[in-house]
């Protein structure tokens, strides 16, 4: 087992790279549907499954199938990763900023 700096080092190259080698534009393979689109959305606000799905009229694994379904076109591995994607991608609106006065 890695120690917690064994492990940080280790991932914060892999990162960088990740993050250079990602494109600034959706892969094209990525097409979301308009309903992957509306769940990304929410999921962006962050909103849990129930949530999305109440807000949606649609079941809870209804929502879980296009989440999952999100995450493999988007090749990421979780809510934080579809979020951020989303937003370096513009596949959701950016939120205003925390201490900006609206």
Known sequence: ML?????????VPWLR???ETESDAVRDDAVLT??????L?????????????ARLHITTKTTMHHTGSIYRKLDVRGRAEATAYAFRHGLVSRPPDVGAVV
């Open 3 to 11: 120690s917690l700096a064994e492990a940080a080092a280790e991932a």
């Open 17 to 19: 790279r990740r993050a």
């Open 34 to 39: 308009t309903r992957e689109r509306e769940v």
């Open 41 to 53: 959305e929410l999921l962006a606000d962050g909103l849990t499954n129930k949530e999305i799905a």
